[in-house]
T-cell receptor
Framework: GESVGLHLPTLSVQEGDNSIINCAYS??????FIWYKQESGKGPQFIID?????DKRQGQRVTVLLNKTVKHLSLQIAATQPGDSAVYFC???????????FGTGTSLTVIP | KAGVTQTPRYLIKTRGQQVTLSCSPI?????VSWYQQTPGQGLQFLFE???????NKGNFPGRFSGRQFSNSRSEMNVSTLELGDSALYLC?????????????????FGPGTRLTVL
C-alpha cells in the first residue's frame, strides 16, 4: 500500500523564525501533493498543493518544495506566528488515482 | 457558503454497540469521503460516495459501512463497536474536478465527530 510519513512528529519554533516540516512518500507514481493544517478541534484545512511536474510552489508565507528524486516533500512557513501552531499533514494521490494517502502529521508549536 | 457539517460532534458508546454518524457536504458537492483519524495511524481512508454510490473503499472491516442520500448527505455506521474504534471521524466533501492546479477533487473537511468507545 501507500506510505506517506513525516520526519519529526513534533517541532517547536520561536515566533518570527522560519519553520520547515518534512514529509517522505514511497510511491514514485505520486502525482499530486497537498499540505493540510489541522488546528485543535477542527478538521484539516488546505494550505497549499503541488503537482509532480513542479519543484516549488509559493503561497502567502508558505512554500512547498518537491524533490521527486528522493521522494521528499517539505513545507516552509516564513515568519512563523502563534496562529501557525497546529498539526500539519502531507497527503498524496497517485497519477490517475482517486484516493488520498495521508501522513501521520507533525505537531508545530510556536513559542511566543 | 456553509462548510461541511458533521453531527454529532462528540459521542460516547460502549463496546458492542453501534453508531451512526452524519455528514452534510458543501452545497453543490456530490462526493463525500470518510476518514478515521487516530494519533498513531493518522488519517485512514474509509470510503467515498458519489451520487449515492460507493466509489472507493479503504481497508476497513465490514463493520464500517456508509451510504449517501440523494441530497448528497452521507452517513457512516459502525456496528459492534470495539475499543480500537475510538477516533476522530472526519468527513470531506469534494468540489467538481478540474478546478485549481489539477484535475483531482479538492477536499474540504468537516470538524469531525469524536467517538469514544468505553
Amino acid at each position: 500500500g501507500e506510505s506517506v510519513g513525516l520526519h519529526l512528529p513534533t517541532l517547536s519554533v520561536q515566533e518570527g523564525d522560519n519553520s520547515i516540516i518534512n514529509c517522505a512518500y514511497s510511491n514514485s507514481a505520486s502525482d499530486y501533493f497537498i499540505w493540510y493544517k489541522q488546528e485543535s478541534g477542527k478538521g484539516p484545512q488546505f494550505i497549499i498543493d503541488i503537482r509532480s511536474n513542479m519543484d516549488k510552489r509559493q503561497g502567502q508565507r508558505v512554500t512547498v518544495l518537491l524533490n521527486k528524486t528522493v521522494k521528499h516533500l517539505s513545507l516552509q512557513i516564513a515568519a512563523t506566528q502563534p496562529g501557525d501552531s497546529a498539526v500539519y499533514f502531507c497527503a498524496e494521490i497517485p497519477f490517475g488515482g482517486n484516493q488520498f494517502y495521508f501522513g501521520t502529521g507533525t505537531s508545530l508549536t510556536v513559542i511566543p | 457558503k456553509a462548510g461541511v457539517t458533521q453531527t454529532p460532534r462528540y459521542l460516547i458508546k460502549t463496546r458492542g454497540q453501534q453508531v451512526t454518524l452524519s455528514c452534510s457536504p458543501i452545497s453543490g458537492h456530490r462526493s463525500v469521503s470518510w476518514y478515521q483519524q487516530t494519533p498513531g495511524q493518522g488519517l485512514q481512508f474509509l470510503f467515498e460516495y458519489f451520487s449515492e454510490t460507493q466509489r472507493n473503499k479503504g481497508n476497513f472491516p465490514g463493520r464500517f459501512s456508509g451510504r449517501q442520500f440523494s441530497n448528497s448527505r452521507s452517513e457512516m455506521n459502525v456496528s459492534t463497536l470495539e475499543l480500537g474504534d475510538s477516533a476522530l471521524y472526519l468527513c470531506a466533501s469534494s468540489s467538481p474536478p478540474g478546478r485549481g492546479l489539477n484535475s483531482y477533487n479538492e477536499q474540504f473537511f468537516g470538524p469531525g465527530t469524536r467517538l469514544t468507545v468505553l
